[in-house]
C-alpha cells in the first residue's frame, strides 16, 4: 500500500473529511482492520487566513512548500491538499518535490465527466470562485463550463465558510 501525504489544516474542519474518506475508502476496497497509510502535516489556518487576507501568496507558497516537503520527507509516495482554495499555488508546491501533487481540480473534472456533466456550479472561497486557477483547469483539462455566483452569493458563500464551516458550523439557514 502506497503512503498518502496530506496537507491539512486549512481548515482543519475539511482536513478531518479528508481523513476519513481516505480511510473509507481503504476499508470498503481491502476489508477487515487495513486502514490508509497517511503522513499528515497540519498547518494553523488562522496564519494562513490572515496571508489569504494580505493577499501574501508567496509567503503562502513557502508554507506550503515547507510542508510539502515534511510529507515527501516522512515517506509519502503522493500529495494531497486539503482544500480548494490553496491550489492556487498546486503548480509551485509541485515544482518543489519529487512526489506527484494529485491536483483536486482534476479528481472532481474526472467525476464530472464520468457522471456526463458539462455545466456546474462552483461553490467555495472567493479566490475559488473568482480566480482562474480551479475553473479555467475544469475548463481547458475537461470542457466543464463553470458557473459561479453573482458577486453578492460570492461574498455569501465565503463569508459561510470562514464564518461558519471553518468553525464547524452547520447552520440551516447558510445550509439552504
Known amino acids: 500500500m502506497k503512503t498518502i501525504g496530506l496537507i491539512g489544516g ?6 478531518q473529511s479528508y481523513y476519513q474518506l481516505l480511510n473509507q475508502g481503504i476499508k470498503n476496497k481491502l476489508g477487515g482492520l487495513h486502514s490508509a497509510k497517511i503522513v499528515l502535516v497540519s498547518l494553523d489556518f ?7 487576507q494580505q493577499q501574501d501568496w508567496p509567503q503562502m507558497a513557502e508554507i506550503l512548500i515547507k510542508a510539502a516537503k515534511q510529507v515527501e520527507a516522512a515517506g509519502a509516495d503522493y500529495l494531497l ?4 482554495t490553496m491550489h492556487k499555488l498546486a503548480k509551485q508546491v509541485q515544482a518543489a518535490v519529487a512526489i506527484p501533487l494529485l491536483h483536486i481540480a482534476d479528481a472532481v ?7 456526463n456533466f458539462k455545466k456546474v456550479a462552483l461553490l467555495g472561497t472567493q479566490f475559488t470562485m473568482e480566480q482562474d486557477f480551479y475553473k479555467q ?3 481547458d483539462k475537461f470542457a466543464i463550463d ?3 455566483p453573482d458577486a453578492q452569493g460570492r461574498e455569501t458563500v465565503h463569508r459561510v465558510i470562514y464564518d461558519e464551516l471553518c468553525k464547524g458550523v452547520i447552520s440551516p439557514q447558510s445550509k439552504a
Open 10 to 15: 486549512m481548515s482543519w474542519e475539511s482536513t
Open 46 to 52: 488562522a496564519e494562513i487566513a490572515m496571508l489569504q
Open 81 to 84: 491538499i486539503c482544500t480548494n
Open 109 to 115: 473534472g474526472e467525476n464530472l465527466i464520468q457522471h
Open 137 to 139: 483547469r475544469l475548463a
Open 146 to 148: 463553470v458557473l459561479i
